[in-house]
């Protein structure tokens, strides 16, 4: 079987006359930035797909979360997970807040809520957690302990986009939440980001710290930053929003296949799909346990690259590990979370890898004797 190489992700595109089409108009009107009518289109298509009742758009997913801990006043420390992105917890250490690292479950790797309550102190203005892979947080329960200290939630829902809890869209809870529309991403405008929210006060105050915290043109009331979302970037997003619904369903029979190959081989870990839940197949996570399996996960990733297949360590290091960090926080208090790091792959999964690449892939894995 001789495989190309296989990227982990690979960018979805919109056809390429569907773009150009869609960008026609911005020649004429040279509208390129500052909430034009692609960025007001693309709010509200997205307000409409996700099920939300306001969104705000920003140049990425990350100024997003830095933006949304600005605009709801947070201080002191935010309980949060280190099984993430880098950004969730720079998002935290860039306003100058202290993130307080919180276990994760052994089933969906999101945040373990039985031990939140154990860490607040008078000093948790918020808890900041993870719809990590897509997988949904246990958010009745972060309700409830964010009601009983009133403390804020903002939840990083960069990997969560489509995602449905029984019938309600996953941007609804908590007080914001991040959606990230980088590249890679289930959605994309290449770079990009939004916040939903709830209440609609927060949309001018998010409005002005994106845009150096400036209202009109002489008013500076607030210190801001500069993260607007251009019209080039929401008309790729106005393009892939229009075949979402099909990326996802192909990537869905991607997750089928390997669920139908990897399941049951022993020493082999895989997510299971959540109760109740519309995924939206984002990621495909493996644990890899060598007493059972023969491999430990670096040895699986090795052997995938030497196939021209590159899987990920994905989330390795966990972000309390980070040596911009060295001695701030104990990774001891967060085993669980330090195990799965240790022993994770996450396997290639995008919209357009076909069914023969799936087996491919399995079939070096399975039979690395
Ligand atoms: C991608 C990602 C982000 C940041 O998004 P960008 O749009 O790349 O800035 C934040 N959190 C998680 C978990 C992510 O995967």
Redesign the pocket.
């Known amino acids: 079987m001789n495989l190309k190489s296989t990227p982990v992700v690979r960018p979805s595109m919109p056809p390429y006359e569907e773009y150009i089409h869609e960008i026609k108009d911005i020649w004429s009107s040279r509208w390129l930035t500052h909430s034009g009518p692609k960025h007001q289109a693309l709010e509200e298509k997205l307000c409409e797909y996700l099920d939300v009742d306001n969104i705000s758009l920003f140049a ?3 100024l997003a ?1 830095e933006l949304a801990i600005d605009a709801l006043g947070l201080s002191g420390e935010i309980i949060t997970t280190p099984f ?2 880098a ?2 917890t720079q998002a935290i250490l860039r306003n100058r807040l202290t993130p307080v690292f919180c276990d994760i479950n052994e089933d969906d790797y999101t945040i373990d809520v039985s031990k939140i309550e154990a860490l607040i102190t008078e000093k948790t203005s918020a808890i900041m957690p ?1 719809h990590v892979y897509g997988n949904v947080c246990d958010v009745d329960g972060i309700a409830r302990i964010a009601q009983k200290y009133n403390l804020k939630v903002i939840y ?1 829902a ?2 969560a986009f489509g995602v449905k809890i029984k019938d309600r869209a996953v941007g609804n809870f908590g007080d914001m939440s991040m959606f ?3 590249a890679t ?1 289930v959605f994309h405008t290449v ?1 990009g ?1 939004g916040l939903t929210y709830s209440n609609s006060k927060y949309s001018p105050v998010l409005a002005r710290l994106r845009q150096f915290g400036m209202v009109g043109q002489e008013s500076v009331p607030t210190v801001g930053t500069n993260a607007k979302m251009t019209e080039i970037h929401a008309a790729m997003g106005l393009c892939n929003l229009r075949h979402i619904n099909e990326e996802i369903a192909k990537r869905g029979r991607v997750m089928d296949r390997y669920r139908e190959l990897l399941s049951g081989v022993k020493g082999l870990t895989l997510c299971n799909p959540q109760k109740n839940i519309t995924p939206n197949y984002s990621y495909f996570p493996v644990l890899f346990n060598k007493k059972e399996f023969g491999l430990n996960r670096d040895e699986v990733a090795a052997l995938l690259e030497k196939n021209n297949i590159l899987a990920r360590k994905y989330f390795y290091p966990l972000t309390n590990d980070f040596e911009a960090y060295k001695g701030m926080f104990e990774l001891q208090k967060t085993p669980v979370a330090k195990r799965i790091a240790d022993n994770v792959l996450t396997l290639p999964l995008y919209a357009d890898l076909t069914v023969e690449d799936v087996d491919g892939i399995c079939k070096i894995i399975l039979h690395h004797g």
């Open positions: 990425n997913g990350h979360l993430t992105f950004s969730t993870v990083d960069a990997h990230s529309f980088h991403k770079e980001g």
